[in-house]
């Protein structure tokens, strides 16, 4: 009766392994095609008035300023400046969603890296191992 039910539990174990070795390898497969697409983010955001716009690529850094002529008409650089900073985070905060939107295309649900492009939370890329391992460790006790 214990071969039995080791045997049971084994063919349980394997075909769980069989699962999550299949992600990863669908996951290791698209991650090439990921980089790619990742590296080709770019987005553009003009100010209000479109005098201002800025493109910035996938981790919002600037790659492109396009200033009308009109604004050099300006004499507040204060206020130029405050416009243009605006401008370049409003496209990075653009990027920044379509780089979250990419990777959750990705990654399986519950993965937490897109938690974690949302706010940093280094906790959230743990998250779905830790409850694995719980889930695990209450079926053996």
């Given at each position: 009766?214990?071969?039995s039910?080791?045997?049971?539990?084994n063919?349980?174990?394997?075909?769980?392994?069989?699962?999550?070795?299949?992600?990863?390898?669908?996951?290791?497969?698209?991650?090439?095609?990921?980089?790619?697409?990742?590296?080709?983010?770019?987005?553009?955001?003009?100010?209000?008035?479109?005098?201002?716009?800025?493109?910035?690529?996938?981790r919002?850094?600037?790659?492109?300023?396009?200033?009308?002529?009109?604004?050099?008409?300006?004499h507040?650089?204060?206020?130029?400046?405050?416009?243009?900073?605006?401008?370049?985070?409003?496209?990075?905060?653009?990027?920044g969603?379509?780089?979250?939107?990419?990777?959750?295309?990705?990654?399986?649900?519950?993965s937490?890296?897109?938690?974690?492009?949302?706010?940093?939370?280094?906790g959230?890329?743990?998250?779905?191992?830790?409850?694995?391992?719980?889930?695990?460790?209450?079926?053996?006790?």
């Open positions: 009766m214990t071969q039910a080791d045997r049971d539990a063919r349980a174990l394997r075909a769980r392994f069989d699962e999550v070795y299949g992600q990863y390898e669908r996951l290791r497969s698209n991650l090439d095609e990921l980089r790619r697409r990742l590296a080709a983010v770019e987005v553009t955001a003009s100010s209000d008035d479109g005098r201002i716009t800025a493109t910035v690529g996938p919002g850094q600037l790659v492109k300023l396009v200033l009308d002529p009109r604004v050099h008409h300006t507040d650089a204060e206020a130029l400046a405050a416009r243009i900073t605006g401008t370049v985070q409003r496209a990075a905060r653009q990027a969603t379509a780089v979250r939107e990419l990777v959750a295309g990705y990654l399986p649900a519950g937490g890296a897109v938690d974690f492009l949302d706010g940093g939370d280094f959230a890329l743990l998250r779905r191992g830790d409850a694995a391992l719980r889930e695990e460790a209450g079926r053996g006790a």
